[in-house]
């Protein structure tokens, strides 16, 4: 008991309570489908109060942050069928929702390879300043086609387009800068306005990009925006551990995460960094229901519709034959002896392991086994081991939230697992501070990092 109360007050940053985010999409949540279910507004993809009302059910179950995917521009996988991936804009929409919420970081994709670095750095400094330094960039490269296309353009090799980011940030960093923590005087009696010698040009030139500046933006409640990365390539590693202070990844086992997790926290030491500067966030997708057979009728409502064409992957993923069109019954004992589990594909071991359970091919569908994270079906408690679970092993200093419907799957989270993880001195209970740098116990940082600058 004594134990637990101490854990539970443990000071922010401390890293020995978990962080968790919202990932919120399209708006509509993560399946297929959500756009359909019972008590969704179907227009709600172009409904920015939806999009704050979301926000605020994350806040209420005092998440860290929410997160807005993008390309930029959508990735359309059946538009006769289905909603595009992306929100509409990920900046407007994060400053429609700065304006209804107090807390809740806000973080959104900005593409180092499609945008010039000041734009990037303007908008989001803006939001930051408009925020009450609640803003936090998730500095990518772009690799999709379909993205490039939209600029005229291909998708520029591994190495230019993380040449590019990394000068990207570092230029946006400097323009961040360019305007002193203490240059704004705005006195009206004196009627200086600030001081000049304090914003400065940054009159910098790289291979890539290049910008004088200054920009003409004072700093914010947290200085500057808080950098995220997504990914987990040897570049993504490297890139995350000159500048990121939080990486949003997908993992599907424990060992995975661990070896991720530790990848990013030995790249930051290259830099100089301490480890704790950079917090690992994998992902988990979740239907919250009162237990597994509502969790799956829930998962079958909703994607039931894809099932037949899931087989076929399920077929690859496990090596055998299966029939797509008897959903109704479990693959055979027989069959699955001679399974073997794709060694390409890290979430092949668990699609065995749910199948050997004895289920249905269409529960075992409804498990969400090809899905692109770690997939909860059941109640809150079970959310709440696996994260306990991963987070005790070092596989993860937080996790981000992909509800499948969010219209109810947000509060479902919020009100089924938080209070699991709060009891268990997991999750903190209130926001220790106003700002994303205080809720994720990054260091202060204005301009550039002088540590990280010149390697
Ligand atoms: C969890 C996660 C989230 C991602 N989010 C985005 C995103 O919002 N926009 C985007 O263009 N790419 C996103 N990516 C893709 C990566 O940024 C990157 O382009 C991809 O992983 C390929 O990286 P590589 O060239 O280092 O292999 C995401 C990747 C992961 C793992």
Same mark, same amino acid.
């Given at each position: 008991?004594?134990s637990l109360?101490?854990?539970?007050?443990l000071?922010?940053?401390?890293?020995k &309570?978990?962080?968790?985010?919202?990932?919120?999409?399209?708006?509509?949540?993560?399946?297929? #489908?959500a756009?359909?279910?019972?008590?969704?507004d179907? =227009?709600?993809?172009?409904?920015?109060d939806?999009?704050?009302?979301?926000a605020q059910?994350?806040?209420?179950?005092?998440?860290?942050?929410?997160?807005l995917?993008?390309g930029?521009?959508?990735v359309?996988t059946?538009? =006769?069928s289905?909603s595009?991936a992306f929100n509409?804009d990920?900046?407007?929409?994060l400053a429609?929702?700065?304006?209804?919420?107090? $807390?809740?970081?806000?973080v959104?994709?900005?593409?180092?390879?499609?945008?010039?670095?000041?734009?990037l750095?303007r908008q989001?400094?803006?939001?930051d300043?408009m925020?009450?330094?609640?803003a #936090?960039?998730?500095?990518? *490269?772009?690799?999709?086609?379909?993205v490039?296309?939209?600029?005229? @353009?291909k998708?520029?090799?591994?190495?230019?387009?993380?040449?590019?980011?990394h000068?990207v940030?570092?230029?946006?960093? %400097?323009?961040?800068?360019?305007?002193?923590k203490d240059?704004?005087?705005?006195? &009206?009696? *004196?009627?200086q306005?600030?001081?000049?010698? &304090?914003i400065?040009?940054i /009159?910098?030139?790289g291979? $890539?990009?290049? /910008?004088r500046?200054?920009?003409?933006?004072?700093?914010? =409640?947290q200085?500057?925006?808080?950098i995220?990365?997504?990914?987990?390539?040897?570049?993504a +590693?490297?890139?995350?551990?000159?500048f990121?202070?939080?990486?949003i990844?997908?993992?599907?086992?424990?060992?995975d995460? @661990?070896?991720?997790?530790?990848?990013?926290r030995e790249?930051?030491k290259?830099?100089?960094?301490?480890?704790?500067?950079?917090? $690992?966030?994998p992902?988990l997708?979740?239907?919250i229901a009162?237990?597994?057979?509502?969790?799956?009728?829930r998962r079958?409502?909703?994607?039931?519709? /894809?099932?037949?064409?899931? %087989?076929g992957?399920?077929?690859?993923?496990?090596?055998?034959p299966?029939?797509?069109?008897?959903?109704?019954?479990?693959?055979?004992?027989?069959?699955?002896?001679? %399974?073997?589990?794709s060694?390409?594909?890290?979430?092949?071991?668990?699609a065995?392991?749910?199948?050997?359970e004895g289920?249905s091919l269409?529960?075992i569908?409804a498990?969400?086994v090809?899905?692109y +994270?770690?997939v909860?079906?059941?109640p809150?408690?079970?959310?709440?081991?696996?994260? &306990?679970a991963?987070?005790?092993?070092g596989a993860a200093?937080?996790?981000?939230i /992909?509800?499948?419907?969010?219209?109810d799957?947000i509060?479902?989270?919020?009100?089924e697992?938080?209070?699991?993880l709060? =009891?268990r001195?997991l999750?903190?209970?209130?926001?220790?501070?106003? *700002?994303?740098r205080?809720h994720?116990?990054?260091p202060?940082?204005?301009?550039?990092?002088p540590?990280?600058?010149?390697?």
């Open positions: 008991m004594d109360r101490e854990r539970t007050h000071p922010f940053g401390s890293g &309570q978990m962080l968790i985010g919202l990932h919120l999409g399209n708006g509509y949540g993560s399946q297929p #489908g756009w359909r279910m019972p008590g969704v179907p =227009e709600s993809y172009t409904s920015f939806v999009r704050v009302k979301q059910a994350a806040e209420r179950g005092k998440f860290q942050f929410i997160f995917p993008d930029p521009g959508a359309i059946d538009i =006769e289905e595009p509409l990920v900046m407007m929409t429609a929702v700065a304006r209804e919420t107090q $807390y809740i970081g806000l959104a994709t900005g593409s180092t390879t499609f945008n010039e670095p000041f734009n750095a989001f400094k803006a939001l300043v925020s009450h330094g609640r #936090g960039w998730n500095a990518i *490269t772009s690799s999709g086609d379909d490039a296309a939209n600029y005229g @353009r998708i520029p090799s591994s190495e230019d387009r993380y040449g590019r980011a000068e940030v570092q230029l946006i960093q %400097a323009l961040w800068g360019s305007w002193g240059a704004w005087v705005h006195n &009206q009696q *004196t009627g306005f600030a001081k000049k010698e &304090q400065l040009p /009159s910098l030139q291979k $890539y990009v290049g /910008s500046g200054p920009l003409y933006i004072p700093p914010s =409640e200085g500057q925006p808080i995220f990365h997504a990914g987990g390539s040897p570049n +590693h490297e890139l995350a551990g000159r990121a202070n939080a990486v990844d997908a993992a599907f086992t424990i060992e995460a @661990r070896a991720q997790r530790n990848a990013f790249a930051a290259r830099y100089g960094r301490n480890p704790d500067e950079i917090k $690992y966030i992902g997708m979740t239907t009162k237990d597994r057979r509502a969790a799956l009728d079958i409502q909703l994607t039931g519709h /894809s099932f037949r064409q899931r %087989a992957y399920l077929q690859q993923m496990l090596g055998i299966i029939d797509a069109a008897r959903l109704d019954e479990p693959i055979s004992k027989e069959l699955l002896q001679d %399974a073997r589990p060694r390409y594909d890290p979430r092949a071991p668990h065995l392991k749910i199948a050997k289920w269409r529960d569908l498990h969400g090809i899905d +994270h770690p909860i079906v059941g809150g408690i079970e959310a709440a081991d696996h994260m &306990q991963w987070f005790e092993a200093d937080g996790f981000w /992909s509800p499948d419907v969010n219209s799957g509060d479902a989270f919020v009100d697992v938080v209070p699991i709060q =009891e001195g999750f903190h209970k209130e926001y220790e501070g106003k *700002t994303l205080q994720l116990g990054a202060d940082q204005y301009g550039i990092d540590r990280v600058s010149n390697k």
